[in-house]
């Protein structure tokens, strides 16, 4: 069994890790913030660029379809959106996953945040 100076030096070691993954968790959100991540639809005639914390920071639209159709030009600008959230949070996903692959945690164990 642990006697109370081995629970204490437990109870500050994991204490510890908790702050320096609190530091990285940070990190990782202030570099998602900072990325630009771009979505396109219908052959990049649609564009939308967003922040890894799914912040929109431009939509470009090809001017030809502006005469077009517009529950089109509606659907492609969802599809960009879409598209730019998907590799939004595959980013988050992937710098999530490096801070976790340090720790030994079990693959596919989900972190709660």
Not at 21 to 34: F, N, Y
Not at 66 to 79: G, N, Q
Not at 82 to 95: F, G, H, L, S, V
């Amino acid at each position: 069994m642990f006697n109370k100076g081995q629970l204490a030096g437990l109870m500050k070691q994991a204490q510890a890790m908790q702050e320096k993954m609190q530091q990285q968790m940070a990190k990782i959100q202030e570099d998602l913030a900072a990325m630009d991540i771009e979505g396109q639809a219908g052959a990049g005639m649609v564009r939308v660029v967003m922040s890894g914390n799914h912040s929109v920071k431009r939509v470009a639209i090809d001017a030809s379809l502006l005469a077009d159709d517009k529950e089109m030009l509606e659907d492609l600008i969802a599809a960009a959106f879409n598209d730019a959230a998907r590799k939004a949070d595959a980013a988050a996903e992937e710098k999530k996953g490096a801070l976790s692959a340090g720790m030994g945690m079990p693959a596919g164990f989900k972190m709660p945040f």
